[in-house]
């Protein structure tokens, strides 16, 4: 257990010579340390709460000098003047993984901190007679003052944001700050952001003529926009996870594109998420219960770190490593989810949610029960709401916000899972006040219908109504974290799920202004989006390249600079599909005839007594559609949202699910194999050569099931596979991704011109022109004299202008500028 | 250096590094790579057979038994070791080979049992662990122009923590011709250079204008593409260069030409090759399931090893057949076997393990060990001890998370090296 302390030595050494730390930055002349400013901090924020009075972890406690010297179950806590001896500082000195490294499964302490209580021990361990230790948490995060008036509107909320913001940087020395992007930039960067895909020719005409006040109307364009709402389903769908092939998954994904299409409040959304009950077919939002597989502990988990951005989840096998939570706070929120139960049909295989009659959860857990009986567990939420004396502005705003739209909107039933108890019976809804009809729905919750189908959960009602709280601090500023990040490249907390006392939160104020600016909205997530993008801080440009790194990232860390971004990959891929013109035939019909070269397997006629195997014939010709070697890496197969939300009976796809994927391959193998009945035909492979015309097109991104297959271009491009929490995009550069777009049929179907879009037209009439044409079209503006003259010789010297030109758009396709936005 | 071909950050992973020091941790260490002169192998070609593939049908047969099933156990060029008779060809084989039989699983559900035997690690919240190939390609340098991780006939796990980079190329199917590797149809190589030049001008301008780091880093990966497409070592993937007789010798079926391809491959340097193949989640009609596997792998394997023997590549390739676990030892009422984690096998050849050896035992009808229990990380640990890599070494996740390569305890199974 005890380390050597030679080789502890070495490796402090080595730490400490390679940090430069000298004896003279940190110690104080000859009496050593000063225990009450320098080591007592240390020891209270690092030690003392695991050893004290109430919990002496080893029997240590390191909260008054008597018991500290007293030591541990093991060794000696404290030699005096011998740090080499002493656990405290050998220990410390361990590297996290280290068997017996301290603090335990805490944050190592700093090259400073080390030195100083190797310092201390040496020069005596001075400790002044009577004071006693009690643990310090870290230090609360600095606040700036908020704005004390509400904003007038929202280009005054932006203008305010600023204003925080800047407070806040206040304190930083000689920040760089980056000047305001141009008009087109702005254009390009919004457009990206809002509705996934790079402007049009048409849009950027609108834009120019637009007026002074372009950039604002051009928010207020692209906020209304169709695409918007498929943009921010894939938002949604990182954030909740969304896979398609579970069940309820496409049923869940059509669920949030409805939801965000129809401004429905996030918090209504989410009280619906966490309280749905019933089969996705009739309540698609139950889709985000059985993702998890109705599990308590997985749905306390990922309820708490998704819509609070806390890893409770960490708490589920101890109390929270990093944190304060304790591991019976993660199963009293567990409680509230424990009754729900997953139900698969026998006759169909449907999957639904339901609600049992018994708690699940139960206390203590299994491993730690040992004879002790173990009880259900009462549902308790852990977080705080907060009560103020006075109510602040943005919750009297709220409240008077949604009065009204109750008011305005008939009466809706607030709980979805009420919809799918009362499946298939027609429910007008007449007096939404109406006691008896009230009284009605009160018994009916409790009625089993369908033989117990579908049953309400009284308690992720309850729980829902707490998380989606406007009193609840964490609710609203983990998803205000979230959009921030997916607007300015990255959160005021990183990772974005992860608040905490003992995580870096910078910019405190502004994150709590825009949480309190989202809920005085009524969660709306375009009001949101709003106030962010009229700020200056989404409208900066980039660093130029002569500033030094570390400039370069505090910048970015502080919201003076713009960080570069890569569209993400459905972006990316509908901006190729845009500027390439391929959404729809570009070239007539028969213009790219083809003969192709095909090997096929052709039967001889002979048979032989042998295996069956994976690849045979018959399992090649089931599948027509799709490219037979294994890279229909660029397809989109598109997901139909308004069909999913239609009532129809999908059993027969529920119930292939009743089998894992495994199973079904095993089946499939089988019975291809007893077809052939071990006789097999003898196949000789043959060159066969056909005929086809390849005109292609693309439809969006936007609408596959998601996630893609693996490798294909969407997850190539950052695509999580979402299925663990915590896991987010990627924006790493890859090899396999400048293959795909170097090679790929996407790009090079994009850069050819075909007769059908305008450029073919302007092309023969104006070579200037049509290179201009080419730029705003794939780059969103003009090119420079350098640019256009490089251009015009590229085509001038092409074999005809039609491949020049497309020779010029394959690289503008391919390049930086394109795939990062501005 | 790492065989992954780390494009991002590279100089903020430097700036990180350093800080990692000032914490006390000692760079030389995170620096630190394999040593090859521990190394016995050089490469790894590992099938994966997804689904749980039975031991008892395959390398663990119990004669006599009533958890036998239709199978007889036939002699091997090892005298006593015995394996099923759907592998009348590798069985001539076995001695450069070893079998590893008490395994035990945790996991019965295919994800987390999948999750488990590919990485080493437990599904755990907020961490994804890399899997084998990922640790392998990070850990040793790379050989060749060819990716150094590539996974045929599906795909390999991901990276995890290690990051995309060191996740495998993927072939779809061993044979065909990927169209990513060369310029699209119509683009001949002359103009196909002149659109890479306009390309690389315009990249050099953003880059240079906004100084960013993440397009240095795509300006690198770019250029490794290229020479890739131009490498002569892409030639590994053609197998119209190998005899009619060759690939019938392996079997002209998906099977047997990835085994081809992953021979090939491992030729041409690439340090870890992973075959993919499904169809062992055997619930119903077992036995004629598996004869018809046997009839896949057993001259796809033997005609591998004896390859790899004859050109003297067999000492420094491990070759590899694992599955997420067994199968019940009971018969089901469909002629099935059902998931079983706590007693499997596992296969190894080459790469330095010593030929002939079976490692463990499970009990009489195949139910649990009945000695030496190997744990599922002993197996990792036995694969990175053949490559010379540290298991006691750790990595750093991106947001500084201290990991382990081979999970605390794993130990590498010392009869076999």
Redesign the interface.
């Known amino acids: 257990m005890v380390k050597k302390p030679l080789a502890v030595t070495l490796v402090f050494a080595l730490a400490s010579t390679l940090a430069g730390f000298g004896q003279s930055d940190t110690t104080a002349a000859a009496g050593g340390p000063d225990f009450v400013t320098r080591i007592q901090p240390i020891l209270e924020r690092n030690c003392v709460r695991c050893h004290n009075h109430d919990k002496d972890k080893g029997s240590l406690r390191l909260d008054t000098y008597e018991e500290m010297m007293k030591g541990g179950a093991e060794a000696d806590a404290v030699v005096v003047g011998k740090p080499e001896e002493s656990e405290l500082i050998i220990r410390t000195h361990l590297r996290p993984i280290d068997e017996g490294f301290m603090p335990d499964e805490g944050q190592m302490l700093t090259g400073e901190e080390l030195e100083l209580l190797s310092d201390w021990v040496k020069t005596g361990a001075k400790w002044p007679k009577g004071v006693t230790l009690t643990e310090k948490k870290p230090e609360p995060v600095k606040r700036v003052a908020m704005p004390e008036r509400p904003p007038a509107n929202a280009a005054q909320a932006a203008a305010y944001l600023d204003d925080i913001l800047k407070r806040e940087n206040a304190a930083e020395k000689e920040l760089f700050k980056a000047p305001g992007i141009s008009d087109m930039a702005f254009l390009r960067r919004a457009t990206i952001d809002l509705i996934g895909r790079i402007p049009t020719m048409d849009e950027i005409d609108h834009y120019e003529k637009a007026g002074a006040d372009r950039r604002s109307k051009l928010i207020e364009e692209l906020l209304g926009h169709d695409r918007f709402s498929e943009r921010w389903t894939i938002f949604y769908a990182d954030m909740l996870r969304i896979r398609s092939n579970l069940p309820g998954g496409n049923s869940l994904l059509a669920y949030v594109n409805q939801s965000i299409e129809q401004s429905k409040p996030y918090d209504t959304m989410v009280h619906e998420l966490i309280s749905a009950s019933g089969r996705p077919n009739s309540n698609p939002a139950v889709g985000y219960i059985l993702g998890e597989n109705a599990d308590p502990m997985e749905l306390a988990a990922a309820t708490s770190q998704i819509f609070l951005g806390v890893r409770l989840g960490c708490a589920m096998c101890h109390d929270h490593p990093f944190d304060d939570w304790q591991q019976k706070d993660f199963y009293e929120l567990a409680a509230f989810f424990g009754k729900t139960k997953r139900v698969q049909s026998r006759n169909n295989g449907t999957v639904y949610a339901t609600e049992g009659h018994e708690m699940m959860v139960m206390w203590p857990p299994e491993d730690k029960a040992k004879d002790k009986p173990r009880r259900p567990v009462a549902p308790t939420f852990p977080f705080t709401l907060t009560e103020y004396e006075k109510e602040p502005h943005y919750l009297t705003r709220f409240e008077q916000k949604r009065r009204k739209s109750d008011a305005s909107k008939p009466k809706q039933d607030k709980d979805a899972a009420i919809e799918a108890l009362l499946d298939g019976i027609d429910t007008s809804p007449s007096k939404p006040k109406d006691p008896i009809l009230a009284e009605a729905k009160r018994e009916s919750r409790k009625l089993n219908v369908h033989n117990d189908l579908y049953r309400v959960s009284e308690l992720r009602d309850q729980l829902a109504g707490l998380v989606t709280s406007p009193r609840n601090g964490f609710f609203a500023r983990a998803f205000v974290n979230r959009v921030w990040a997916e607007l300015m490249g990255h959160g005021f907390v990183e990772p974005l799920d992860n608040f905490s006392d003992y995580t870096e939160l910078r910019h405190a104020t502004t994150l709590d202004y825009l949480a309190h600016e989202f809920i005085a909205s009524g969660y709306d997530l375009r009001s949101l989006i709003r106030i962010i993008m009229l700020s200056d801080a989404y409208q900066l440009d980039h660093i130029e390249g002569d500033h030094a790194l570390t400039e370069r990232e505090r910048a970015e860390k502080n919201f003076t600079a713009a960080p570069v971004r890569r569209m993400l990959g459905e972006v990316l891929y509908d901006s190729l599909v845009v500027a390439g013109h391929l959404s729809d035939y570009k070239w007539p019909a028969g213009a790219n005839i083809k003969t192709i070269e095909r090997q096929v397997r052709v039967p001889t006629g002979e048979t032989r007594m042998i295996d069956g195997d994976s690849s045979t014939p018959a399992m090649q010709e089931a599948k027509t559609t799709i490219r037979r070697d294994g890279y229909d890496l660029e397809s989109s197969l598109e997901v139909d949202f308004d069909s999913l939300l239609s009532r129809a009976e999908k059993s027969d796809i529920a119930s292939m699910k009743n089998k894992s994927d495994e199973q079904i391959e095993a089946e499939k193998m089988a019975a291809m194999a007893r077809m052939q009945s071990r006789t097999r035909m003898i196949y000789r492979t043959e060159i066969k050569t056909e005929k086809i015309d390849d005109n292609p097109r693309f439809s969006s991104a936007m609408l596959m099931a998601t996630p893609a297959p693996p490798a294909h271009f969407l997850r190539v491009f950052g695509q999580p596979t979402r299925e663990g929490l915590g896991e987010f995009r990627e924006d790493h550069s890859s090899l396999r991704q400048q293959l795909m777009m170097l090679n790929g049929r996407l790009t090079n179907e994009a850069a050819r011109v075909g007769p059908k879009e305008p450029l073919h037209k302007i092309l023969q009439e104006d070579l200037r022109r049509a290179i201009e044409w080419a730029y705003l079209e794939i780059l969103t503006r003009k090119p420079d004299a350098i640019e256009s003259n490089r251009a015009h010789s590229i085509i001038q010297s092409a074999s005809s202008p039609a491949e020049g030109m497309a020779d010029l758009r394959w690289a503008l396709l391919n390049s930086h500028e394109f795939r990062y936005q501005p | 250096m790492s065989g992954c071909?780390d494009?991002?950050y590279t100089?903020?992973n430097m700036?990180k590094l350093?800080s990692a020091?000032?914490?006390?941790?000692?760079?030389?260490r995170m620096m630190a790579q394999a040593d090859p002169t521990k190394a016995s192998a050089e490469h790894v070609i590992l099938f994966w057979n997804?689904?749980?593939m039975s031991h008892l049908d395959t390398w663990d047969p119990k004669p006599g038994r009533k958890t036998q099933g239709e199978f007889n156990p036939i002699k091997t060029s090892v005298p006593g070791m015995e394996i099923s008779e759907i592998f009348p060809q590798l069985a001539k084989q076995m001695h450069h080979a070893a079998l590893i039989r008490s395994i035990q699983g945790t996991n019965g559900d295919?994800g987390r049992a999948q999750y488990e035997l590919q990485t080493g690690f437990n599904?755990a919240?907020?961490?994804?662990h890399p899997g084998l190939g990922s640790l392998v390609v990070h850990e040793r340098e790379p050989l060749g122009d060819l990716?150094a991780f590539i996974s045929i006939?599906g795909?390999a796990p991901?990276a995890g923590y290690l990051?995309?980079?060191c996740?495998a190329?993927?072939?779809?199917?061993p044979g065909?011709?990927?169209?990513?590797?060369?310029?699209?149809e119509g683009?001949h190589h002359e103009?196909g250079q002149?659109?890479?030049e306009?390309?690389a001008?315009?990249?050099a301008r953003?880059?240079?204008?906004?100084?960013?780091?993440?397009?240095k880093?795509?300006e690198?990966?770019?250029k490794?593409?290229?020479n890739?497409?131009e490498s002569p070592a892409l030639k590994a993937f053609e197998l119209k260069e190998e005899s009619q007789d060759t690939i019938a010798r392996y079997?002209d079926?998906?099977?047997g030409r990835g085994a081809l391809l992953a021979r090939r491959l491992v030729e041409k340097g690439v340090r870890f090759v992973q075959v993919n193949?499904?169809?062992?989640?055997?619930?119903?009609?077992i036995f004629?399931?598996m004869?018809?596997h046997g009839?896949?792998m057993d001259p796809a394997l033997a005609s591998l090893i004896e390859d790899l023997k004859a050109n003297g590549k067999l000492s420094k390739t491990l070759v590899v057949v694992l599955s997420e676990f067994g199968r019940t030892p009971r018969i089901n009422n469909n002629g099935g076997r059902d998931h079983w984690a706590r007693v499997f096998s596992a296969f190894m050849a080459g790469g330095g393990i010593k030929g002939g050896s079976i490692v463990g035992a499970s009990d009489a009808d195949g139910m649990d060990p009945g000695e030496r229990p190997v744990k599922v990380y002993d197996i990792h640990a036995t694969i990175c001890a053949a490559l010379g890599i540290d298991i006691t070494k750790?990595l750093y996740t991106h947001?500084g998370r201290?990991?382990?390569i081979v999970r605390?305890g794993g130990q590498a199974i010392s009869e076999l090296l």
Do not use: W
Not at chain 2, 125 to 128: E, H, Q, S, T, Y
Not at chain 2, 177 to 182: E, I, R, S, T
Not at chain 2, 277 to 285: I, L, T, V
């Open positions: 071909n494009y991002f100089r903020r700036l350093f020091s000032v914490l006390g941790m000692p760079i030389s997804s689904g749980g295919h599904v919240p907020n961490v994804i990716p006939s795909q991901r990051g995309q980079q996740e190329y993927y072939v779809g199917r065909e011709k990927d169209p990513y590797l060369a310029f699209p683009i103009r002149k659109r890479l306009i390309l001008e315009m990249n953003a880059s240079g204008r906004t100084g960013c780091e993440e397009m880093a795509a690198v990966a770019l490794d593409a290229v890739l497409m079997g079926n998906e099977f193949r499904g169809g062992f989640d055997n619930h119903g009609n004629e399931a004869r018809n009839a896949s750790e947001d201290p990991m382990k605390k």
